[in-house]
């Protein structure tokens, strides 16, 4: 059975920083892209980062550009992502995914939910102003 959990979640204030943990269990995630997505209140749910399968490749969308790595340990199997300089529009549940198996890059940057397979079940993030 696979299970993604992600832990690192808090409360902190503006111009901190957090950084986001995703362990996976009964599921190898070395040849999957891994994404982080968030769901701010009252809005959907979006991918804001998303890593190759080798670690390579890594894309952020404008939001995170700059105050974020996403990072992973095929070894651990485990993904992170850090996050910087955070602002109260960070405020969100952050979830990690897998993409499906024959994800290629280009299909793994879009960011389009039904591309990801596996899905933890998100830690809340809060920053105060």
């Known amino acids: 059975q696979v299970h993604l959990v992600e832990s690192g979640g808090g409360s902190v204030q503006a111009g901190g920083s957090l950084r986001l943990s995703c362990t996976a269990s009964?599921?190898?995630?070395?040849?999957?892209?891994m994404a982080w997505f968030r769901q701010s209140p009252g809005k959907e749910r979006v991918g804001v980062a998303v890593?190759?399968?080798?670690?390579?490749?890594?894309f952020y969308v404008e939001a995170l550009k700059g105050r974020s790595t996403i990072s992973r340990d095929n070894t651990l199997n485990t993904l992170d992502l850090q996050l910087n300089d955070l602002k109260p529009e960070d405020t969100a549940i952050y979830y990690c995914?897998?993409?499906?198996?024959?994800?290629?890059?280009?299909?793994?940057?879009?960011?389009?939910?039904?591309?990801?397979?596996?899905w933890g079940q998100g830690t809340q993030v809060t920053v105060s102003s």
């Open positions: 995914a897998a993409a499906r198996a024959g994800s290629n890059w280009p299909r793994c940057v879009s960011l389009q939910e039904y591309l990801y397979h596996y």
């Open positions: 009964g599921y190898t995630i070395r040849s999957y892209c």
């Open positions: 890593i190759s399968p080798e670690g390579e490749r890594q």
